[in-house]
């Protein structure tokens, strides 16, 4: 199968490759092994402000609205952190005081929205806070299985009836200007949490869970149909297996499931992630890139992988391929031609890229566009 | 309840201390327990969690041996809810003396340890997971044993004999009166109240940190520090103990235990003031795991879950302070006849498997001073949670048709079990997914266990200690311990500081799959949960 782009990986950067791409009129597909980082997505782009325009008007297509306010925003385990490009299921804050009462409303049962750590940050913030928990009928089919009550079998039946929890919490609510609810809404319809926000007397916080990350998956089943919508080939479930290089140019890649049919293309982008989706692998004495075996940046000394410290930056996590300016990765020193990474199989931070759901856009941007330009020429 | 006036104080709440304050209780003393961290920190629980048959030190220490099986055969009576049964292998490979077999199971018999060479084919059919290369093979009666557990339940009897526990609090001096002891002065770690108290006589059952304890009532031990590292592997590849048939020596035993695996140890002299921050190298590493893959080659393909090492409290004996004559057995010190002091007596060396024997002698010792006479009945009286000895009955007995978490849990718990508030389907609830805690179970040891951190409670319900190190039960737990303590502030730097001590404990073997769980956990305490 022949295609003029091939793209190996289909989480956050892989995807705005592939739909930059079809709708510049380019025939790609993308290889996807499985769930990725958007999975456990923030619903925060780290180390973006104000939208790039090309991606406003991108995840606008695809139906996602993106915002942004200099200021603040609220962590599941109550914290601040600086605000940052973001969802719309995520509220931004100019100050940490940004509500003078607020209800937070969990469900029975549910031990992964973390409320007393939610009240505890707010009342430092000089907000008084109110815990409820609803007990409802309709989880109790989930609730029977001790291991169900988790953000997405809750966030189906959400989506039968939020109108009802709408209701309820309303009812619950005293003087409270603000209701703080977990981020559960939404898994099929975007349209929910801005509902949500209309129909309740109070303003309404959605703040995170434990993983998996309901705007996550909803943001990547949106960028996946708008993709295909565009003409994209989505292969899910399988896996780049290798690949057949000749003088410093990829040919083709092969795939589990497709055996010998190869996958042909011009050019080729890796965006197969970090250690978590295998985009890089180690072992006691060495980190490798599996698909290319490109070069990776890496210390030679095990020991220097690693900090000590739990919540340090940690030296392996900004390990990653090797590339040239224009994000060409290296094989034995030589920059390969046709061939682009992006996202974190670049390590966790570049520079000129910044981190995480930040540096996958840019990365990919940057590599669109030497496609393009390259074949202008 | 706020006595500070007791008939005797033990510190350290290893299995030593534990289980001389359970005998003690036993005897009608009143007792109180004192321990400067959690139970099980010391080398309690940092060992293989290995039920010795005592064939390692058979043909040795032929005395270690026969204490070791006659304690071997209690505990699967008094701590049934503890102790697997799963017997043992030593194993003999090409590259090893085959004829070292019939020395060792000669000395076996000799001890009184039940060891039957088998052919070697029977040695592959009833453990498939040994090396298939082995020359030779014998059985004994080796198990495991879960330490923490084991610790836990002896603590618990003495508290409901009346016994008082004081954990996180550290002795920062003792009270004399002449040339007696008479009482200590205690420091809360996490409080910082300060308390005073008072009894005729302290047991030092601290075991390393025994010197220190020593120092502080005036007299000298000469402890022998020797760190031993140690692997837990993910996944649970051997039903048998398997251990190699030659004269003792690094990584040679390989103990399978609840849903894991573990090999070790290496033995390595350190100084006294790395007790506290003992470290595995990468050369421990790869040393363990080059030669468990001899034992069984499968571990060289399994994932490694953690690292770990303990120091095991040696003692040099008194008339050698180079160390050279270590001895393993165990050591009775009555300070009165050795050095004048009266009221303290210290009881330390030994091993896991002899606690609850150096507990009946420092007890005796005990009682003597005090004039009273009891005999000990700890060898014949089950611990709580063993009344019964098959976990699926107890199971049964509680639940119509127990769930796989509930069996999970009466296997752990025994008959305390029923300690659980069930009924309920919140209680049911799954907080640890790898290990199967439920709510009910977690809620039960915050009631019933003394748990004030994470880490307490990963001690007596295995939270956190599965596949995933405790990614998204350190979380769950957090939420209702916060609300059992009503601490929110406590709670968050608490869970900070389990993910630190889970961390200590992978980047040794960071590297693939691990790896991968590493970044996974990482990325998202720090940027999806913001701690």
């Keep these: 199968m022949r295609f003029d782009t091939v793209i190996i990986g289909g989480g956050l950067a892989g995807l705005v490759a592939g739909i930059s791409l079809q709708k510049e009129g380019r025939s790609t597909a993308i290889v996807s092994a499985g769930q990725n980082a958007l999975h456990f997505f923030s619903g925060s782009f780290e180390s973006l402000e104000e939208a790039p325009q090309r991606l406003s008007e991108l995840f606008g297509e695809a139906g996602i609205r993106l915002h942004y306010c200099s200021g603040i925003r609220l962590m599941p385990l109550g914290t601040f952190r600086p605000a940052a490009l973001s969802l719309e299921d995520v509220s931004l804050f100019e100050t940490p005081g940004f509500a003078r009462k607020a209800l937070i409303v969990n469900f029975a049962g549910y031990h992964d929205f973390f409320t007393s750590f939610l009240a505890e940050g707010l009342e430092k913030a000089g907000i008084a806070c109110r815990i409820q928990a609803l007990d409802l009928p309709e989880l109790e089919r989930i609730q029977a299985s001790p291991s169900e009550m988790r953000s997405v079998q809750i966030a189906r039946t959400m989506d039968r009836i939020w109108e009802k929890v709408v209701r309820e919490v309303g009812a619950l609510l005293g003087d409270e200007d603000t209701v703080i609810l977990p981020q559960v809404f939404g898994l099929r319809d975007i349209t929910v949490p801005g509902r949500i926000r209309q129909a309740m007397p109070a303003r309404v916080v959605f703040v995170g869970t434990l993983p998996p990350s309901v705007p996550g998956i909803r943001t990547q089943a949106l960028l996946k149909r708008r993709y295909e919508v565009l003409g994209g080939t989505y292969l899910s479930g399988d896996e780049v297996l290798e690949a057949d290089l000749e003088d410093g140019t990829v040919q083709s890649v092969a795939t589990r499931n497709l055996g010998t049919h190869r996958l042909l293309a011009e050019d080729f982008i890796l965006a197969s992630g970090g250690y978590f989706s295998k985009g890089l692998r180690s072992n006691p004495f060495r980190i490798w890139e599996p698909v290319f075996g490109l070069d990776v940046d890496f210390a030679g000394d095990r020991t220097a992988w690693y900090d000590p410290a739990f919540a340090a930056d940690q030296p392996y996590m900004a390990y990653g391929v090797k590339t040239d300016a224009s994000l060409h990765p290296l094989l034995d020193g030589m920059p390969v031609k046709n061939l682009y990474a992006v996202g974190s199989v670049l390590g966790a931070t570049r520079p000129e890229f910044g981190s995480g759901a930040g540096l996958a856009v840019r990365s990919a941007f940057r590599a669109v566009d030497a496609i393009l330009k390259e074949e202008a020429l | ?531």
């Design chain 2, 1 to 531: 309840m706020n006595t500070r006036e007791f008939d005797v104080i033990i510190l350290g709440g290893g299995i030593t201390g534990a289980g001389t304050q359970r005998d003690c209780a036993m005897r009608g003393l009143r007792t109180l327990l004192i321990e400067r961290s959690d139970i099980a920190t010391g080398a309690t629980g940092r060992n293989h969690g290995l039920l010795h048959s005592g064939a390692r030190y058979a043909v040795n220490d032929p005395e270690s041996a026969a204490e070791c099986i006659r304690e071997n055969l209690i505990l699967r009576r008094i701590a049934s809810h503890c102790v697997e049964e799963t017997d043992g292998l030593f194993i003999t490979l090409p590259e090893d003396d085959l004829a070292y077999q019939q020395t060792f199971t000669d000395a076996c018999r000799a001890a009184g340890i039940g060891a039957e060479i088998i052919d070697p084919d029977l040695a592959r059919r009833l453990e498939p997971s040994v090396n298939p290369a082995l020359t030779g093979a014998v059985r004994v009666p080796d198990g495991s044993v879960d330490p923490f557990r084991l610790c836990a339940a002896n603590m618990l009897d003495a508290k409901l004999r009346g016994g008082q526990v004081r954990l996180h609090t550290e002795v920062t001096g003792f009270i004399r009166e002449a040339d007696a002891i008479v009482g200590v002065h205690t420091r809360n770690r996490q409080t910082g109240a300060c308390e005073d108290f008072f009894a005729p006589v302290v047991v030092n059952a601290c075991g390393i940190w025994g010197q220190h304890i020593a120092a502080l009532a005036g007299v000298g031990i000469n402890m022998y520090p020797a760190k031993g590292a140690l692997l837990i592997f993910a996944h649970r590849i051997n039903r048998m103990v398997i251990n190699r048939c030659r004269k003792p020596s690094n990584a040679d035993i390989l103990v399978p235990g609840d849903t894991v695996c573990v090999i070790g140890t290496t033995s390595t002299r350190i100084p006294f003031e790395e007790c506290d921050h003992v470290a595995v190298t990468p050369e421990e590493v790869t040393l363990l795991v080059t030669e468990g893959a001899l034992l069984a080659p499968a571990l060289s393909s399994t994932r490694i879950l953690r690292a770990y090492a303990g120091v095991r409290p040696l003692v040099s004996s008194d008339d050698d302070p180079t160390g050279r004559n270590i001895s393993r057995g165990i050591v009775c010190l009555d300070h009165e006849s050795r050095d004048g002091l009266k009221g303290f007596v210290t009881i330390t060396g030994g091993k896991l498997m002899t606690y609850r024997l150096m507990a009946e002698i420092a007890t005796d010792a005990v009682c003597r001073k005090l004039g009273v006479e009891r005999a000990c009945e700890t060898a014949t009286t089950p611990l709580p949670g063993s009344e019964e000895r098959s976990y699926e009955a107890v199971a049964r007995k509680i639940w119509e048709a127990p769930s796989m978490a509930q069996k999970a849990a009466a296997a752990r718990m025994g008959t305390g079990v029923s300690r659980i508030r069930s009924g309920k389907r919140s209680d049911e609830a799954l907080i640890c997914e790898c290990e199967e805690v439920s709510v009910g179970e977690i809620n039960s040891a915050i009631d019933h266990l003394e748990v004030s951190t994470l880490t307490d409670l990963r001690r007596r319900t295995r939270v956190g200690m599965g596949t995933c190190q405790g990614e998204f039960c350190a979380c769950r737990a957090a939420g209702l311990l916060a609300r059992a303590h009503g601490c929110v502030e406590r709670e968050r730097e608490d869970l900070s500081d389990f993910l630190q001590e889970r961390w200590k404990g992978n980047f040794p073997i960071g590297w693939g799959d691990t790896l991968r769980e590493a970044e996974y956990t990482q990325w998202v305490y720090k940027h999806v949960l913001g701690l």
